[in-house]
T-cell receptor
Framework: AQSVTQLDSQVPVFEEAPVELRCNYS??????LFWYVQYPNQGLQLLLK??????LVKGINGFEAEFNKSQTSFHLRKPSVHISDTAEYFC???????????FGTGTSLTVIP | KAGVTQTPRYLIKTRGQQVTLSCSPI?????VSWYQQTPGQGLQFLFE???????NKGNFPGRFSGRQFSNSRSEMNVSTLELGDSALYLC?????????????FGPGTRLTVT
């Protein structure tokens, strides 16, 4: 079975500073990769996804992520965060030939004014 | 286009009871997946339905079951509730299969078991 590790459970960052949320997965097969955001009392919203092609993926709200196959990582970045980015962020993986979605335990991003 | 809706939004049940949660996917979406979200375990996949058939299943006991109707609406049932079943239950719909397609999530049903 797949496992997805989000290395930081909580990340505080000052407004307008850059941020990186880390995600590593365990798999020896081809995978699809996703980042979701969850605001309080809401469901999950897709930020971006990697299916194939360019390893640098751009998503909504100025976020981007880079797929690194050799390091089995898919870190999420934003060059300048806003207060409104305060939320829970989830990394998810599914095998290309598989049939199940695996989520990490989440990273709570808090943007400090 | 209306989003994924889940009813009810909040539920309080006692141990031993059973509960049914409902999910209405986005119009045109044929796949519905269910997840359990808890602070300790994060998001865990329960099962996925596609065209009224359970296509994928996570590692949950048989007390957790579901079904999908011809209009793609889905229900999830939990029997003989345990305290550990307290969680946010999320439903997600997508156009087709589980992988590669974007999943659209509902707001969730908060279940509290006392």
């Amino acid at each position: 079975a797949q496992s997805v590790t989000q290395l930081d459970s909580q990340v505080p960052v000052f407004e307008e500073a850059p941020v990186e949320l880390r995600c590593n997965y365990s798999s020896s097969v081809s995978v699809y990769l996703f980042w979701y955001v969850q605001y309080p009392n809401q469901g999950l919203q897709l930020l971006l996804k990697y299916l194939s092609g360019s390893t640098l993926v751009k998503g909504i709200n100025g976020f981007e992520a880079e797929f690194n196959k050799s390091q089995t990582s898919f870190h999420l970045r934003k060059p300048s965060v806003h207060i409104s980015d305060t939320a829970e962020y989830f990394c998810a993986v599914s095998e290309v030939t598989g049939n199940q979605f695996y989520f990490g335990t989440g990273t709570s991003l808090t943007v400090i004014p | 286009k209306a989003g994924v809706t889940q009813t009810p939004r909040y539920l309080i049940k006692t141990r031993g009871q059973q509960v049914t949660l409902s999910c209405s996917p986005i119009s045109g979406h044929r796949s519905v997946s269910w997840y359990q979200q808890t602070p300790g375990q994060g998001l865990q996949f329960l099962f996925e339905y596609f065209s009224e058939t359970q296509r994928n299943k996570g590692n949950f006991p048989g007390r957790f079951s579901g079904r999908q109707f011809s209009n793609s609406r889905s229900e999830m049932n939990v029997s003989t509730l345990e305290l550990g079943d307290s969680a946010l239950y999320l439903c997600a719909s997508s156009v087709g299969g589980l992988t590669s397609y974007e999943q659209y999530f509902g707001p969730g049903t908060r279940l509290t078991v006392t």
